[in-house]
């Protein structure tokens, strides 16, 4: 997608070989006219894969997921970053390991807002090594559903989470794909 290449050039800053900072618009200020545009794409590679529902995780993931579930007229699902405190069989949760962060973190999904026959597509802002959406894949699968797909709108290709999802079958689809980066340096792939 030119233009988010060209706002990642214009705007995005690497902190190091691995972190790419977007915060002014994606991560906390927000383009939403960008995000409509991101819309586009997904909805124009996931036309002909049946999806029935969209689910992203907190809170980064929202603004693009959810004008990209506007324009293909579909419910949207935000995966909670948190234990649920009520454990009486009502959610499905896993646990995430992020690298960025350090840390461990739950992802936890309603009962309610999945079934067993959706088709889901899993959008994320960043793919690195890919335990977010493994994680998201899991309780779909947990569900008795299936994931149609992975879009992602910064992948870094350099990191191992495409090979990671690749493997498992998944069909991922990334807005842009960085191939390198370092100070005062963001390379694409294409
Ligand atoms: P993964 O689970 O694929 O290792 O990492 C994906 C998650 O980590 C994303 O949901 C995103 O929140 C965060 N993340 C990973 N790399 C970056 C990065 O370079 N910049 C930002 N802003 N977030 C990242």
Excluded: C, W
Aim: charged fraction near 25%.
């Amino acid at each position: 997608m030119k233009e988010l290449k060209d706002r990642i050039l214009k705007d995005g800053r690497a902190l190091n070989e691995t972190v790419l900072k977007v915060d002014s618009f994606l991560n906390h200020q927000v383009d939403a006219k960008l995000m409509y545009e991101m819309g586009t794409y997904f909805k124009e590679y996931f036309k002909n894969h049946g999806i029935t529902r969209i689910l992203t995780i907190e809170s980064s993931g929202i603004a693009p997921t959810a004008m990209t579930a506007l324009q293909m007229e579909l419910p949207m699902v935000t995966l909670k970053k948190q234990q649920s405190k009520i454990l009486n069989g009502e959610v499905y949760q896993t646990t995430v390991h992020s690298f960025t962060k350090a840390m461990n973190y739950e992802l936890t999904l309603s009962k309610n807002y999945i079934h067993a026959d959706d088709k889901v597509l899993i959008i994320d802002d960043f793919l690195a090594n890919g335990e977010a959406s493994l994680g998201a894949a899991r309780l779909v699968e947990e569900a008795g559903a299936t994931v149609a797909g992975i879009g992602i709108v910064i992948e870094k290709s350099f990191q191992v989470g495409r090979g990671k999802l690749e493997e498992k079958g998944y069909d991922v689809y990334s807005l842009a794909r960085v191939a390198k980066l370092g100070k005062d340096l963001i390379e694409f792939l294409d």
